[in-house]
């Protein structure tokens, strides 16, 4: 008995994910960015929606909550510090508690920065993270709510996770991802050989996630705003991290 997971895109570049409990027939949404996609990829597997994780208020990942509950009578979890932005919530969490999923169980990590009340769900035993818009493969979300310094704590909490965590994002951003990378860190020979994969991933249509945590930590520059040669490559030798990582998403806004 184990988990399975069904990925598929939402929207534009959402993507949807279905976690699947085999022992105890539950499933859970991460996130609810399109109904219909959702519900397509329930009857696909054959899996009834129990819960739906919820990460943060943003209307892409909240979007179809209320009509999949109208339909499937589903559990709503969602972060205690956002409860009132989100529609639907029945059980709110924050971080030191967990939640169950029939046998598995994510603990909640909050990770402020994109959003105030953004959390992370860590499936340690299955070794998998769902980290929706904070931590994207070879990115990191944008900063709409929070502080650089927010931010950048809330990314060395993701970091701190096993290297064989395999990562799931809220987007399919990794290409734009990869080409800015590049351009602050063109050095990075893990970088330069994942920048060339990712290319071929796209051009034949394929998903660049889920990604492995530790290749991340080689080869993200917003995991790596502590690493002297990235700093020296801004410009920012000696500079602290907050100073490096404000600068890399800076830079980001206007590439
Ligand atoms: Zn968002
Ligand atoms: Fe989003």
Not at 152 to 169: F, G, I, N, V
Not at 188 to 216: C, I, M, S, W, Y
Request: proline share 3%; glycine share 8%; aromatic share 8%.
């Amino acid at each position: 008995m184990s988990a399975l997971i069904e990925l598929f895109l939402c929207r534009t570049d959402n993507f949807g994910v279905l976690l699947h409990d085999e022992a105890s027939g539950r499933t859970a949404a991460i996130d609810a960015p399109e109904a219909a996609a959702i519900e397509a990829a329930l009857q696909r597997r054959g899996w009834r929606l129990t819960d739906i994780l919820v990460t943060h208020h943003h209307g892409d990942h909240v979007e179809g909550i209320e009509a999949l509950k109208a339909s499937y009578g589903c559990r709503v979890v969602a972060a205690r510090a956002d409860a009132r932005r989100i529609p639907a919530v029945d059980v709110t969490v924050a971080e030191g508690e967990s939640v169950e999923v029939g046998t598995l169980t994510a603990e909640i990590i909050d990770t402020p920065g994109h959003t105030v009340g953004h959390i992370a769900y860590w499936f340690k035993q299955e070794k998998l993270l769902f980290a929706a818009d904070t931590l994207f493969s070879l990115g990191c979300g944008r900063l709409f709510e929070g502080t650089p310094a927010d931010m950048w704590r809330s990314l060395q909490k993701l970091r701190a996770l096993p290297d064989d965590t395999q990562l799931y994002c809220g987007h399919e951003y990794t290409l734009a991802n990869a080409r800015f990378a590049l351009s602050v860190d063109p050095g990075n020979q893990d970088l330069v050989k994942r920048a060339a994969e990712v290319e071929a991933q796209r051009a034949a249509h394929r998903f660049t996630v889920p990604v492995l945590l530790g290749a991340e930590k080689r080869e993200n520059p917003f995991l790596r705003a502590d690493d002297a040669g990235i700093a020296k490559g801004l410009g920012l030798a000696g500079a602290d991290a907050v100073t490096v990582f404000a600068e890399l998403r800076e830079r980001k806004n206007r590439f």
